[in-house]
């Protein structure tokens, strides 16, 4: 605990720009260690000339609360509003030990919304990491009343599940989270990473076992990337096959292409119909071209040898979208599929794919359809080992990068999950969610969202940290596809090809003017991949 006390009262002190000489400062403490450490830091800062108030809803640690009431530091009883009679009767007659003991009548609701908007720093120690669910009533108005620009949460904010990152009604939100040991899953992961604000690791000294979701730094992408060599050519730095455009859609493909460009493959053939096709031509010139027909899969592949296919962007889901996916599938190249591929891919994939070879002819691989039996997550449907059997035959990985929306629709026509249950279960624990899908479905999973997830069906995962909200644009997943793609056929697995892109792209995005568009992505690419570190990458 003392190491963890000594970390987070240097950040504390940091927080206050080392001026702590009569500042105002508030612990919101539980009964846990989260509390004690808080405590234990309040009476190090009250020692120091700081006015230190203890918000309260019970009972706290008792030698923390001994240290801090000898070092001048005051503590308070709060309930929720409506429970303040009841709870001042009976802490009128209770008796106490002196270490836990609190005035006689909890301190009323507007003295507690004045000591937390006067504070210059609130500690938030109310809950660890055992806390489940929702918060109770009087830890969820403190919860509410916390300033989040001057709050730091102790390990994780209370009311965020440090396991999954759910949040169920008021949590507290933090401008910086100060964690011990090691980074909890919830603090990447869905709206718990939206309460941590700048997040600290203070090493205490534990011994843990390997993680079951990382994620990438600097070094970790700038190691990554591909570098060409001396020997080298646009050729031995891989060639990608791109798919998208229509009438309907052509600028989708030219933001795909923007970022294949600037992934690190030395050669893009890019795939289109005909109006995309020529939007293309006249915005990147350095993209080789093929026009085709819509589901003209013979003429697809007809566009020369590949490192990797990816196919998407632009493209209109329907009987012809679906002819080229098959096709695609039935290659032993890697493959991305986004966009107007997804819902193709998931209809091939519930009713057994139709699969040919690289010269374009097909023949049957009998699947299954929807029907009665099955166990676990796709229980109501019979599942279709064909078309798992299909993708695990396959020489390279499939990619999939949806969205949320996406991702529900995949899964419903895949694997019969039913779309509610589907957004309820993403929002209760969306890397659990997304793993399932992954190793159901026999591919590699890129959940794009506040905090992107890279899932591959043996189950590691990882979670990207870049990116900014304003990524939230139209378009802006047309440039990952290509990105992405592009690492694929420079070389990179699955998994790497997929984070490193997510990574860039939410760098690209930070380094952005605002409001963001699309097409001003691709030109921040290389100042992104320079910003890594200087000198890590050629």
Known sequence: MQRAVSGLLSHAVGFLDGRVYGRRVVVLAGGGDNGGDALWVGARLAARGARVDVLAPGRTHPEATAALLAAGGRRHRVVAPGEVATAAATAATAVTAATDSVASRPLPDDRVSALLAGADLVLDGLLGIGGRGGLRAAHA?????????????????????????SVVGPAVRAARTVTFGTYKRGLLLGAGATH?????????????????????????????????????????????????????????VVLATGGALRGGAGYLRVVAEARAAEHVRRAHPEAVVTVIEPGDATAMLAAGRVQAWA???????????????????????????????????????????????AGGGFGFTVGFGPGTGGSGRGAGRVEPPASRETLARRAAPVLLTPHEGEFTRLTATALGWDPE?????????????????????????????????????????????TGTPWLGSAGTGDVLTGLAGSLLAAGLGALDAASVAAYLHGRAGELAPRPLAAADLPGLLPAARAGLRPGAVG
């Open 196 to 252: 941590v604000g700048q997040l600290a690791l203070v090493e205490i000294g534990l011994d843990l076992p390997e993680p079951d979701l990382t994620a990438l730094d600097d070094d970790d992408v700038a190691a990554l990337l591909p570098v060409p060599g001396p020997t080298d050519s646009k050729y031995t730095r891989g060639v990608l096959g791109l798919v998208g455009g229509s009438d309907r859609y052509p600028g989708a």
């Open 311 to 357: 196919l998407g962007p632009g493209i209109v889901p329907g009987p012809a979208a679906r002819q080229l996916v098959e096709a695609l599938v039935g290659t032993d190249v890697p493959l991305l599929l986004d966009a107007g591929g997804l819902d193709p891919f998931a209809e091939a994939f519930a009713a057994g794919f139709r699969t040919g070879g």
């Open 421 to 465: 249950e589907t957004g309820r279960e993403l929002a209760a624990d969306r890397l659990a969610t997304v793993r399932r899908a992954s190793g159901e479905l026999g591919v590699t999973v890129l959940l794009k969202g506040a905090r992107t997830l890279v899932v591959e069906p043996g189950g590691a995962a990882r979670v990207n940290t």
């Open 141 to 165: 108005r403190l919860a509410e009343l916390a300033p989040a620009a001057r709050t730091i949460a102790v390990d994780v904010p209370s009311g965020v599940d440090a396991d999954t990152g």
